[in-house]
């Protein structure tokens, strides 16, 4: 384990993030698109898919093969992660893992934590100096 494996989990972790966040966007702006368009005449003819929808569907194809790869990449990384996390005192593995598995910012992770931004950093000193990496 390095401290360059640890930030290359946290960089795959908020690429996943950022295309979950940029799906749901994308779900939320289809909530308007209708379903078929009639041709003049025939309103009970079958239609034709609007354009919108048709942008909808293939954006929401590529950005969910996107997640599926980033995913596949993160799962990797924070595996190796995990690993090196097992052998930390349960606070320090906690701090490292939303850190660096969860992609978190530091003020997050001491809301979550209940520590201050001093502590946080005095405790990834420590679970770096732990690891190894410092």
Same mark, same amino acid.
């Given at each position: 384990?390095?401290?360059?494996?640890? =930030?290359?989990?946290? $960089?795959? *972790?908020?690429?996943? !993030? $950022?295309? #979950?966040?940029?799906?749901?966007?994308?779900?939320?702006?289809?909530?308007?698109?209708? @379903? !078929?368009?009639?041709?003049?005449?025939?309103?009970r *003819?079958?239609?034709?898919? &609007? *354009?919108? =929808? =048709?942008?909808?569907v +293939?954006?929401?194809?590529?950005? *969910?093969? +996107?997640?599926?790869?980033?995913?596949?990449?993160?799962? +990797?990384?924070?595996?190796?992660? +995990?690993?090196?996390?097992?052998? &930390?005192?349960p606070?320090? @593995?906690? &701090?490292?893992?939303?850190?660096?598995?969860?992609?978190? #910012?530091?003020? =997050?992770?001491?809301?979550?934590?209940?520590?201050?931004?001093?502590? $946080?950093?005095?405790?990834?000193?420590?679970?770096? #100096?732990?690891?190894?990496?410092?």
């Amino acid at each position: 384990m390095t401290k360059e494996t640890l =930030q290359q989990c946290r $960089s795959a *972790s908020l690429a996943r !993030i $950022s295309v #979950k966040k940029r799906i749901a966007e994308l779900r939320e702006d289809a909530a308007g698109i209708s @379903g !078929i368009r009639y041709g003049g005449d025939a309103p009970r *003819s079958r239609g034709e898919p &609007l *354009s919108r =929808q =048709q942008r909808y569907v +293939e954006a929401l194809e590529q950005l *969910s093969a +996107e997640y599926e790869e980033t995913t596949a990449a993160w799962a +990797e990384k924070a595996a190796e992660a +995990e690993r090196a996390v097992r052998f &930390l005192p349960p606070k320090l @593995g906690e &701090l490292v893992r939303l850190r660096y598995i969860d992609g978190l #910012k530091w003020e =997050q992770i001491n809301e979550r934590l209940y520590i201050s931004p001093t502590t $946080s950093k005095r405790l990834h000193h420590a679970a770096l #100096k732990k690891m190894g990496l410092e």
